[in-house]
C-alpha cells in the first residue's frame, strides 16, 4: 500500500489481475575471502555494508610512511612522499570489494569468511570456502576476492575447481581476474570444458583508497613544532585503503 506523506486527493489503480512475472532476484554473488571477525565456513546473507561490518568487521589497515619536509622560515610542513610499507604481507581486499559492491548499487550477497586476517591469504583456506559453498543453493555468481594474492599456480587451480563446481550444479558462475596481468597464461592455464561457465575482468581495477581513518605517528627525534610532527623526517600512518 502506498504512503501519503502529505495530504490531499490521490488515485491509486488496482490491478485486478495477477502479474504474470514476479519480480525475484536474477543474480545473487557470494564473496569468498578473509575478514577481521565473524562466523568462520558459514555462509551468511547480507543486504548492506553495515551489515557487513556488524557481522565481519572492516578491513585491515595498511601501514604507510610519509616523508615531509619543514620550510625554514614558516615552520609548515608539506609531504614529499607517501609509501605503503606493507605491501607484501597486508593482501586482504574483502571489505574493499564489498565496499565497492555496495557503492555502485549492489543487493543482497552471501559472505563466506575463511578466516581472519593472522596470516596470509591460502589455497587450502580458499579451497574449504568454495566446498562449503556447493551445499547453498541461492548464490549464484562466484567471487573469489582474496584469492588474487595467491601464487598463480594455485589461482589457477583454484578457478578451474569453481568453474567445476558451477557446471556440476549449472547453477552459478564464476567471476574471475586475471590477476598478473597475462592473459596468454590465463587462457592457457584456465582450461577444460568448463569454461562456458565463467568469465574474466581485465585489467584489473585501481581505485584511490582513503587515507583519513585511524593512524598512529612516529616522530623524528628531530622533530620541530610544525603541523606535521617531524622535520626532514619520515612518520608512519596506519589508514585504510
Not at 488496482?14 to 564473496?31: G, K, R
Not at 596470516?119 to 547453498?136: F, I, V, Y
Not at 543453493?137 to 575447481?161: G, M, Q
Not at 592457457?188 to 581485465?202: F, Q, R
Amino acid at each position: 500500500m502506498a504512503i501519503y506523506n502529505t495530504p490531499g486527493v490521490y488515485v491509486e489503480e488496482i490491478p485486478t489481475l495477477a502479474p504474470s512475472v514476479a519480480q525475484v532476484a536474477t543474480a545473487i554473488p557470494v564473496f569468498i575471502g578473509y575478514t577481521q571477525q565473524g562466523p568462520k565456513l558459514t555462509p551468511t546473507r547480507i543486504d548492506t555494508l553495515l551489515d557487513y561490518e556488524s557481522l565481519f568487521g572492516k578491513a585491515n589497515p595498511s601501514a604507510f610512511t610519509v616523508a615531509t619536509t619543514t620550510d625554514a622560515n614558516t615552520k609548515i610542513s608539506s609531504i614529499n612522499t607517501v609509501t605503503r610499507t606493507d605491501s607484501g604481507t597486508n593482501k586482504f581486499l574483502m571489505h574493499y570489494g564489498l565496499s565497492l559492491y555496495f557503492r555502485n548499487g549492489g543487493g543482497s550477497c552471501y559472505i563466506v569468511s575463511v578466516g581472519n586476517y593472522s596470516g596470509q591469504p591460502s589455497k587450502t583456506d580458499l579451497e574449504a570456502g568454495l566446498t562449503l559453498l556447493e551445499k547453498e543453493d541461492e548464490p549464484t555468481l562466484i567471487v573469489l576476492l582474496d584469492a588474487v594474492s595467491l601464487p598463480t599456480t594455485d589461482y589457477y587451480d583454484l578457478c578451474v575447481k569453481a568453474l567445476a563446481q558451477c557446471r556440476k550444479l549449472g547453477d552459478r558462475f564464476l567471476i574471475a581476474d586475471i590477476p598478473d596481468g597475462n592473459t596468454d597464461t590465463f587462457r592457457s592455464k584456465i582450461v577444460g570444458n568448463d569454461l562456458c561457465y565463467g568469465a574474466a575482468y581485465h585489467p584489473i581495477c585501481k581505485a584511490r583508497s582513503p587515507t583519513n581513518t585511524s593512524r598512529t605517528t612516529s616522530a623524528s627525534p628531530t622533530a620541530a613544532p610544525s603541523p606535521l610532527p617531524c622535520t626532514n623526517g619520515r612518520r608512519t600512518i596506519k589508514a585504510s585503503r
